[in-house]
């Protein structure tokens, strides 16, 4: 499985923060916090603008920008952009890579420690499904990383 934003979970998360119990609160605000950082998005990301059919500001600023004078339009400036591009698909194929046997064993004793610590019963069924994930050879790089990410903030 991998660290995708799954619409119906961050929903319910969105939910919780409505909840009298600020303890509630807290841990479902810090989870969208490190569901979003491991996902690679930002609030920008998950809004929809007011009007969807203009262009953001940031968009226009963008397009006046384009027409800046530069003296070498040579290949150079697209080989920028092809490097740019094998970065990305870098990311993702680290992202997606599956764990070594080292890195199950971190998995399964972070999973373990953060069972101890009392999460919600969401975090909890989470938490349940890694370990199946994990046997099923489902789970993928960018899942540890929330993993460690998750233990280190609820350590703190």
Known sequence: MLANLDRAQFIELLRTLGEEEDEAVLTAARDIHAKMTVAGVD????????????????????????DFDDEDDGDEQGDDL????????????????????????????LI???????????????????????????????????LRALHKRLSS
């Open 43 to 66: 609030w920008d990301d998950l809004l929809v603008p007011e009007h969807p059919d203009e262009p953001e500001e940031d968009e226009e600023d963008y397009e006046d920008d384009a």
């Open 82 to 109: 092809d490097d740019d591009d094998d970065d990305e698909d870098d990311e993702e194929d680290e992202d997606e890579r599956a764990l070594s046997d080292e890195e199950k064993a971190e998995a399964l004793s």
């Open 112 to 146: 373990t420690r953060l069972l101890d610590k009392g999460v919600s019963a969401d975090t909890k069924e989470e938490l349940e499904e890694y370990k199946q994930d994990i046997d099923e050879g489902e789970f993928a790089a960018m899942d540890l990383r929330y």
